[in-house]
């Protein structure tokens, strides 16, 4: 029988937890297939391995050395540029949900009080307001640069 140590335990723990939500999502897709009485397909299997594929590609694959390498107009050029720049985009999303959801958090310490849902849709319009702030001047740089269209 083979021990691991804490270390490697905590370090393959925090390497599988960005995974959770997905294996969640994927539970309960074939959940509700089975709870429609519906026959539970691959779906469920499918998603998984697609967010492996696609994590591997973005955590493997040296993007900002292959990309100089591609014919600038190319097919494999523009699709490239495309994921990055959605890629980039879902990470200040994610920072901009983070920081709203704290700000929520620190301003309304008590989650199912009196204005709780209103500090959440607060919050969650500040969000949507600032992604789209934020995601006006993205595309401005793009214009900037050349490459929007």
Request: hydrophobic share 60%.
């Amino acid at each position: 029988m083979v021990l691991r140590s804490r270390g490697k335990a905590r370090r393959l723990t925090r390497r599988l937890l960005p995974l959770l939500p997905i294996v969640l999502f994927a539970g309960m897709l074939a959940l509700m297939q089975w709870v429609a009485g519906m026959p539970v397909t691959w779906l469920w299997l499918k998603t998984i391995v697609v967010c492996l594929a696609a994590m591997a590609v973005v955590r493997f694959l040296p993007w900002d050395r292959w990309l100089f390498r591609l014919r600038r107009g190319s097919l494999l050029f523009q699709l490239t540029l495309f994921a990055l720049f959605v890629r980039h985009f879902a990470v200040i999303l994610l920072a901009e949900a983070r920081r709203a959801l704290t700000a929520r958090s620190l301003a309304a310490p008590n989650q199912y009080g009196k204005g709780w849902f209103r500090s959440l849709a607060c919050a969650v319009s500040s969000f949507f307001a600032r992604s789209i702030l934020r995601a006006e001047r993205f595309y401005a740089g793009l214009w900037v640069r050349g490459i929007g269209e």
